[in-house]
């Protein structure tokens, strides 16, 4: 146990006053986890790149157009001697070589491969953007999980508060009476032990409060270093059916729907490997220019 408390006991200090002791309601906590998650930033940024990569380009729908261009420039020297005794010397004769050319392909069929990919990529824009979604609720369920734990233990804690003027009173009845003889002393040392176990209570809700603002502040991703308090509130709950429940669970639960969008493009992957077993129509042009020149004669 003295680990534990070591242990968490940093985390405590660093959230001594986040919120300047003043009230932290629930709205302020999801949209600050909403501004700081760094999970539903990569989430955002993965949805916003799926959404980039949904074009009928990337599916294969238009043509692939290549140009290639070079260029060789040299500077030689010649000495040539022939069998009839006629020499040929010549120091720097230039030379340029240059070329260009460019290529147009176009695939005009070949097996609704770009057609099923150009679905696969709209399915796959859809699956980042349902786990989003999946990701903001996951978070937002944390933060109201940890908010109301904080609640519940600073609730408790007020009890606790409560009780202690009740053990008090309680200690000194049990003194007066001990002391003009109406009870026995084990009544006044039993009523102290009771008010020094109430004491000890409070010490360790204390720190079970502190520990819940803690893990709090640890998914609000927040660095201050100020203490704060949340608000009392009661959440209201809707009379409840089971069967709506039901419904509403296959219709509109998140999970589930990526599970169906993962299932979508396997079954467009599979549609993309028989493709391939289908003959390729391809479209293609070709242009060339190339130029050579040198200085020297011989």
Do not use: P
């Given at each position: 146990m003295k680990l534990k408390l070591t242990l968490i006991l940093p985390l405590v200090l660093a959230v001594s006053g986040v919120y300047g002791q003043t009230t932290l309601t629930l709205n302020t906590a999801i949209e600050t986890v909403l501004k700081n998650n760094y999970g539903i930033q990569i989430s955002k940024n993965n949805a916003q790149i799926a959404a980039n990569n949904h074009t009928i380009g990337n599916a294969g729908f238009t043509p692939q157009i290549n140009f290639v261009a070079n260029g060789t420039i040299g500077n030689n020297n010649i000495n040539q001697r022939f069998t009839n005794g006629t020499e040929i010397v010549k120091n720097g004769v230039g030379s340029s070589n240059y070329g260009t050319g460019i290529t147009v392909d176009w695939v005009l069929f070949n097996g609704l491969r770009a057609h099923y990919l150009y679905k696969q990529l709209g399915v796959v824009q859809s699956f980042n953007e349902t786990q989003l979604k999946s990701d903001i609720?996951?978070?937002?369920?944390?933060?109201?999980?940890?908010?109301?734990?904080?609640?519940?233990?600073?609730?408790?804690?007020?009890?606790?508060?409560?009780?202690?003027?009740?053990?008090?009173?309680?200690?000194?009845?049990?003194?007066?009476?001990?002391?003009?003889?109406?009870?026995?002393?084990?009544?006044?040392?039993?009523?102290?032990?009771?008010?020094?176990?109430?004491k000890s209570l409070i010490i360790r809700q204390k720190g079970a409060v502190m520990i819940a603002k803690a893990q709090l502040n640890q998914i609000l991703a927040k660095d201050d270093n100020q203490d704060f308090t949340v608000e009392e509130i009661t959440p209201e709950l809707d009379s409840l059916n089971y069967d709506s429940l039901r419904k509403a669970l296959y219709q509109n639960n998140i999970d589930i729907m990526v599970l169906n969008r993962n299932v979508d493009i396997a079954a467009y992957n599979t549609k993309i490997a028989r493709s391939a077993i289908s003959p390729t129509v391809l479209l293609g042009s070709q242009y060339n220019f190339a130029r050579s020149s040198s200085q020297g004669r011989l």
């Open positions: 609720n996951n978070t937002v369920g944390d933060v109201m999980s940890a908010y109301f734990n904080v609640l519940r233990e600073q609730q408790t804690l007020t009890n606790l508060d409560s009780n202690l003027a009740i053990f008090t009173e309680r200690l000194k009845i049990a003194d007066t009476r001990f002391t003009i003889g109406s009870a026995a002393k084990t009544d006044m040392l039993q009523a102290k032990i009771d008010l020094n176990e109430q």
